[in-house]
């Protein structure tokens, strides 16, 4: 038997749950059960019967009490209510059952406001309220304890000037000012939240760059607000007043506490001094509603911006003109303390082996969706593992669970941790399951297919992340799968349906806890949530009344996201062959490699790549030959343990061989190969030639694609002698 568990039987209550296909093999009891990735014909049916147990404990009513738990207060990282939060988290995971509950403490840089103003001085005075207003039906709104606007990790100062607007703050935007006669050197500037979404730390950095004073970012209706449909209390989208929150640190450059860049700040840690952190933003920079920036936009009176800078306001958008603006902020960078809350349920069989789940705790208010949507998620899948330990079922491999703190601050939580066991998640860990938002749309608005199920993945698990999603129910009825094919087609507005390799984003950018496994310690990772129409990210209104009214009022999608979560743990905790598929991670290689050709242009006698593109090739076959090897011995219940554990080692050293110690050029924390974000926390693959290409340097660019046909070179040789291996070991 693969689990410690007596024999496991399943009530006929726990049927209504399966799909038809599974039940119907349940119920003749003859039939094999569905083959599974990565496990052996009898243990399929095993985790088949594991997996129904385990789907049928999560609950939508005791989702929603989760939520209301996490939301009560606003609980930012470094309060005294997310501190509570963090021994409720420990309190309640001992009482589920699960071990090793430990409190991890960080003492870091933290960043929070003393005092911040803006005032128009001419041509007509006006004083911003940078705050939210309340809405009776919605008593949380009234919380004195909110606060105002501010942006973590901002400079302070005190700045006095005339005001620029520069649309999305991107440098091409300065550009065009420039064009234009116009210098934004010591001046004020005003910028807009962007759709797509970029970080707005980026914003910060490019408006620092161009010697700008100070940057007030704001939220134009055109991007979240009244443009899209209904605004809060009524609707999904962000109110007049609303306020996106939010850090500016340089976390694309280096994660975590600024002044411990690659190391953990542990008590007692060395650290560096503010004036020497690459992360730490050298500018002063607020938020404002739009409420806030309309008097500063129709007091200009200088040239008109062109019209695709023209935003949703009723006014005429200019570059400058008559407005001065005096901007004063006084931010607090104490240390403070900073908690991860960690848990685990111990591996039956491969105790050495984990399975890490984790989840951010801090929200900037109440977290409605950001986090705490992802935190009701994570208590009730902890509750459903932990009841089935209970009922003595333990995984094989380790299960480790994660109460992240700081996350919202640079990932900073996560990264000081994952720097802390570099040595042990390295050698131990064999995925990183993520969950941030877990239902970041409002199911009310978002038809007859549902809200949109939008997860990413190393290409090399997406084909299981695939499969489990067969196995789960989504609130519209549907299989999870047939519900993402559906809104897959619907939000790319395409013809048919996708395919299966079509479904999963296996393009990872940064903007979470991932980033410290995947881009430093060489770690596989999967990103799960449910996306749609949401338009108070970071501000009050993400709060439970969104949530319970608008987001998921049956919260029948925190408990979907429970069950896939669950689903995707207990098989790579419980395979006999970990799940990687190399021969589609190939394909997503040749795919990625052949758009940065076809984006740059690039000219095969400048940078010959045919080369890699040839090493990606032979990647591909030797994943499928191992794979085909060791098939045929899946039907077979006579195979030693010992012999899959020694593929899984070998396994799990592909990934680890992405990793280059060096770094990429300028951002040495960063040490995947194929892997990292670009400043905005977009994706970017293979981020050392992309940088290089994009600048067109040549010679730089020969040496990054010389390093991918080494590590491709590597892990193609490792998957061949771990193909002749086996098929000398085996029976
Ligand atoms: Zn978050």
């Not at 499928?624 to 090897?629: F, Q, S």
């Not at 926390?681 to 030639?689: I, Q, R, V």
């Amino acid at each position: 038997m693969r689990f410690t568990s007596r024999t496991l039987t399943v009530p006929l209550a726990f049927l209504s749950v399966l799909t038809f296909a599974l039940s119907a093999q349940l119920k003749q009891d003859a039939p094999p059960a569905a083959p599974i990735l990565g496990f052996s014909m009898p243990h399929a049916a095993a985790e088949h019967q594991l997996e129904t147990e385990f789907q049928s404990i999560p609950s939508p009513e005791k989702a929603r009490e989760w939520h209301r738990t996490f939301t009560a207060e606003p609980h930012p990282a470094a309060s005294e209510r997310n501190n509570q939060l963090a021994d409720f988290v420990a309190d309640e995971w001992r009482k589920q059952g699960w071990e090793d509950v430990t409190l991890r403490r960080y003492e870091v840089l933290h960043s929070r406001p003393r005092s911040v103003s803006v005032e128009m001085t001419a041509p007509v005075l006006f004083t911003a309220s940078l705050r939210e207003d309340a809405y009776d039906v919605d008593p949380d709104t009234k919380n004195p304890s909110v606060s105002g606007a501010y942006f973590g990790y901002s400079a302070s100062g005190d700045v006095s000037t005339e005001l620029v607007y520069a649309h999305s703050g991107n440098p091409e935007d300065y550009d065009l000012l420039r064009k234009n006669g116009i210098s934004v050197k010591g001046k004020i500037v005003l910028v807009r939240y962007s759709n797509p979404y970029s970080y707005r730390g980026f914003k910060a950095l490019t408006a620092e760059r161009e010697g700008a004073a100070a940057l007030l970012i704001y939220s134009d209706p055109a991007e979240d607000g009244s443009t899209h449909g209904k605004v809060f209390p009524d609707g999904p989208w962000g109110p007049e007043s609303h306020i996106q929150r939010g850090a500016i640190t340089y976390d694309y450059i280096v994660p975590g506490d600024p002044t411990t860049p690659g190391w953990a700040s542990v008590p007692g840690a060395k650290h560096i001094a503010p004036e020497e952190a690459r992360s730490l933003p050298k500018i002063p920079a607020l938020p404002l509603s739009w409420r806030d920036a309309k008097p500063l936009l129709e007091n200009m009176n200088g040239p008109e911006a062109p019209k695709d800078w023209q935003g949703a306001l009723p006014i005429t958008y200019r570059f400058t003109g008559a407005v001065k603006v005096h901007v004063k902020i006084d931010m607090d960078t104490s240390m403070q303390p900073y908690t991860v809350v960690e848990a685990r349920i111990r591996g039956s069989e491969l105790p050495d082996e984990w399975v890490l789940l984790g989840n951010h705790r801090d929200a900037w208010v109440y977290g409605g969706v950001d986090p705490s949507s992802g935190t009701a998620s994570m208590m009730e899948l902890t509750r459903a593992l932990g009841e089935m330990k209970q009922r003595g079922i333990r995984p094989r491999r380790t299960i480790v669970v994660c109460s992240w703190d700081g996350e919202e601050y640079a990932l900073t939580g996560s990264t000081e941790w994952g720097e802390q066991f570099a040595d042990d998640l390295k050698k131990k860990l064999v995925a990183y399951l993520n969950v941030d938002e877990s239902v970041a749309g409002a199911a009310t608005t978002a038809g007859p297919d549902g809200l949109s199920f939008s997860p990413s993945a190393v290409a090399s698990l997406a084909p299981m992340l695939v499969e489990a999603s067969k196995e789960v129910r989504a609130p519209s009825g549907k299989s999870l799968y047939e519900a993402w094919r559906a809104t897959a087609k619907r939000d790319t507005n395409a013809s048919t349906l996708p395919l299966d390799s079509a479904l999963v984003e296996t393009r990872i950018g940064s903007g979470s806890d991932h980033t410290v496994f995947l881009n430093h310690l060489g770690r596989p990772v999967i990103n799960l949530g449910f996306s749609g129409d949401y338009g108070v990210y970071h501000s009050m209104y993400d709060d439970h009344y969104w949530m319970e009214r608008i987001g998921d009022p049956s919260f029948e999608y925190h408990v979907a996201l429970t069950r896939i979560w669950g689903v995707v743990a207990l098989r790579l905790a419980n395979a006999d062959l970990l799940p990687f598929d190399f021969q589609f991670n190939a394909a997503a290689l040749e795919i990625f490699l052949r758009e940065l050709e076809q984006k740059n242009r690039v000219d095969p006698k400048r940078l010959a790549l045919k080369r890699l593109h040839a090493r990606i090739a032979e990647f591909g076959i030797a994943g499928a030959a191992l794979r085909e090897a060791v098939r045929v011995d899946m039907y077979s219940d006579t195979l030693p343990q010992l012999q899959f554990q020694r593929l899984n080692e070998q396994l799990l050293q592909v990934e680890s061989n992405w990793l280059d110690p060096a770094g990429i050029p300028g951002r040495p924390w960063f040490q995947h190969l194929l892997y990292s974000s670009r400043y905005t926390y977009a994706h970017l693959e293979f981020p050392g030639l992309t940088e290089a290409v994009e600048k067109q340097d040549w010679k730089l660019a020969g040496k990054q694609a010389a390093l991918l046909e080494r590590a491709v070179e590597k892990n193609t040789k490792l998957l061949k002698s771990a193909e002749t291996w086996w098929e000398r070991t085996a029976q």
